[in-house]
């Protein structure tokens, strides 16, 4: 069984960056979930898949997964590419692209 180890986006809810640079191991499932029958819920014999647990670094994520036999899978995460704009710049005269309202 893989592990997985990535570091999670934020939702959209958050603007803040607490919590943003933490690492979290998960396991891959083993089968895929099951539909009950008599309440339509679904279900997993998969334990391992209730298991999350999170490092500070992807270092320290690693080395608990080699120090434990954990085949795992490295994923770097996707940076958002900002532009630094100011409400200012709303209204400046040379602004690329038309004012409209």
Known sequence: ?????YSPARNA??????KAGRWLLEYEPERPREIEPL?????????KSQLRLWFDTAEEAVAY??????????????????RAMT??????????????H
């Open 13 to 18: 809810m958050q603007s803040g960056t607490a």
């Open 87 to 100: 409400y200012s710049d709303n209204f400046k005269f040379n602004r690329v692209g038309q004012w409209t």
């Open 39 to 47: 309440m339509g819920w679904t279900s997993s014999g998969d334990m």
């Open 65 to 82: 997964a080699t120090r434990n036999g954990i085949a795992y899978r490295l994923e770097q995460p996707h940076r958002a590419k900002r």
């Open 1 to 5: 069984m893989t592990a997985r180890i």
